[in-house]
């Protein structure tokens, strides 16, 4: 587990603390905010697959409706 700026320097993501990578291919994006449904993510350049198969590209930030218990993670294709 490290922070996403180890794995991708150079792409912003120096204050990025609420985002972590576990190994080198899967982000996780957990809900921190007390009550919150929504959770926007900062990712990476590249193609993602979201937990429902769908693969989006990164680069970009995006916003993802989130259960409360459901955990956003993102693999990288």
Known sequence: MQTINLDFPKQGFVNVVDQ??????????????????KRTV??????????????????KSLE??????ELLYFKLK
């Open 20 to 37: 972590f990578m576990l190994g080198e291919d899967i982000l996780v994006a957990p809900v921190v905010e007390k009550g919150a449904r």
């Open 42 to 59: 900062q990712l990476p350049k590249g193609k993602w697959e979201t937990p429902s198969g769908k693969v989006i590209r990164g680069g």
């Open 64 to 69: 993802f409706d989130v259960a409360l218990d």
